[in-house]
């Protein structure tokens, strides 16, 4: 028996004795070792996913950990790899997954929220979802691979080339990251975003920040690119403003990349994109590829993600980290650590002090 942080309803968690399943054929056993808590888990705790999540739920589904057992059947695993996890299961016979786009599957089992996710102490998944992790690579690190594959496909399905210029509308963790991808690509980026916090952590990191309450943003960008307009934005925020702020700055056949969850339908000026023949696309989850260079790329601290993870908690006071990451507040990401409960870390703690 091991313990597990579970979702019970709108903005109750606990943690939790729960059975893991030996692995059976094609399976393995993870034990996990960090879980990053991600904005889908913040729209699962505020109880706007209680339509699909099936309570309780194990949540996570941004990790790293290392094998413990292998199931008949598999190859190429052992334990004691260190190992990521794309957490995505497809059916493989429905039409999008015929098509080759088996990462949006018309039945796709995320896990993490259709099924038990990483925040645990044992966890077993199908062997074809793992990702094998450099050993030199540590763990806590790793964590971020998951997030950094999103910001991989956003730019890829956006299309940017060197040289291009991108504003990046939305300065949180998935922000940051197209922003440090985007300029890896060779780009030349801006990133949006009103909290002083976010701004000062990706100007750390060498990237250009405009504050959107301190000037006209759509003027800023025309200044920038001698009226040209941005080649590319990215739409992070989720915001009303952000989607508007993203249309707007948009030069003659720019393409809007939308990788924000927007709960509701928004108003969005199909003029501008008439006028100018702009371009909307969607962007959701990734792809192996994607999922391969995002290792490549936390590996080689291209991802500096060390500077991202701003707070590590135990096990058992994941509870109280979702709700320090719905205050806001100067926090970008929080892993779990779930080798340790929080009376084993407060032991640690009275050990070093």
């Known amino acids: 028996m091991t313990l597990a942080v579970r979702y019970l ?38 109880g706007d996913m209680d339509a699909r999540v099936q309570t309780p739920a194990v949540l996570g589904h941004e990790m790293s950990g290392r094998i413990t057992r292998v199931g008949d059947g598999v190859e190429g695993w052992a334990p004691g790899d ?32 259709d099924s038990p996710g990483a925040m645990q102490q044992r966890w077993t998944v199908p062997a074809g979802t793992l990702v094998r992790l450099p050993d030199t690579l540590p763990l806590d690190r790793a964590a971020l691979v998951e997030p950094t594959a999103v910001a991989v496909h956003d730019v890829g399905r956006a299309g940017l080339t060197p040289g291009e210029k991108a504003v990046v509308v939305g300065g949180g963790p998935v922000g940051i990251l197209i922003a440090l991808v985007a300029r890896a690509a060779g780009a030349d980026v801006r990133v949006i975003e009103l909290s002083p916090h976010r701004r000062l952590l990706a100007e ?21 690119t001698e009226d040209a307009g941005a080649d590319v934005a990215f739409e992070v925020s989720g915001a009303a403003g952000g989607v508007d702020t993203a249309v707007d700055v948009l030069g003659v056949r720019g393409r809007l990349c939308l990788v924000a969850i927007h709960p509701r339908p928004r108003e969005i000026n199909l003029h501008r994109f008439f006028w100018r023949e702009l371009t909307l696309v969607g962007a959701r989850l990734y792809t192996r590829t994607d999922f391969e260079r995002a290792v490549d790329l936390v590996a080689d601290e291209t991802i500096p993600a060390d500077k991202l993870i701003s707070k590590v908690v135990p096990l058992t006071e994941a509870p109280a980290a979702f709700e320090a990451l719905e205050g806001g507040g100067n926090v970008m990401k929080i892993l779990v650590d779930c080798t340790t409960t929080g009376a084993e870390a407060e032991a640690v703690q009275g050990a070093t002090a």
């Open 82 to 113: 260190s190992v990521t996890v794309m957490p995505l299961r497809w059916d493989d016979s429905c039409p999008a997954c015929q098509a080759g786009n088996q990462h949006i599957c018309q039945h796709l089992d995320f896990i993490g929220i």
């Open 9 to 46: 309803s709108a903005r109750t968690l606990d943690t939790a004795p729960a059975e893991t399943p030996a692995p059976g054929p094609g399976e393995v056993e993870v034990a996990p070792a960090y879980v990053g808590i991600c904005g889908t888990d913040l729209h699962i705790f505020h």
């Open 204 to 224: 750390e990191l060498g990237l250009t920040t405009w504050d959107p309450s301190t000037g006209d943003i759509t003027q800023r960008v025309a200044d920038w």
